[in-house]
């Protein structure tokens, strides 16, 4: 849109907005460590090791993780204590 200030002078009334930020994609790995006390890890396709909760799991209907399920998960850095750790965790069956 264009605004006339005077007989001669526009300007134009148009502000841009920002991009959003890009989702990040959904990560794949399988579970390689289970435990007794509430939290285990998967393994991501590029080899790095990440903490998981039960509860992660249980909220996506892993009640009984096993070695080797294949999830897709997001990477969020925990408020505690710095460190990251799988949510938004899903079944998969990816190959």
């Known amino acids: ?5 005077g007989p001669s002078i ?3 009334t148009t502000v841009a907005t920002p991009e959003p ?6 990560k794949r790995g399988r ?15 590029d080899g790095v090791q990440v903490f998981v909760h039960q509860s992660q799991l249980n909220e996506c209907g892993i009640f009984q993780p096993r070695y080797g399920d294949k ?4 990477i969020e850095v925990n408020a505690r204590n710095g460190k ?3 949510v ?3 079944e998969s069956f990816h190959r």
């Open 1 to 5: 849109m264009i605004a006339t200030i």
């Open 10 to 12: 526009a300007r134009s």
């Open 21 to 26: 930020p890009d989702k990040p994609k959904k």
């Open 31 to 45: 579970i390689v460590k289970i435990t007794d006390r509430g939290f285990s890890f998967i393994e991501a396709e």
């Open 71 to 74: 999830v897709t998960f997001d």
């Open 84 to 86: 990251e750790q799988a």
């Open 88 to 90: 938004n965790v899903a």
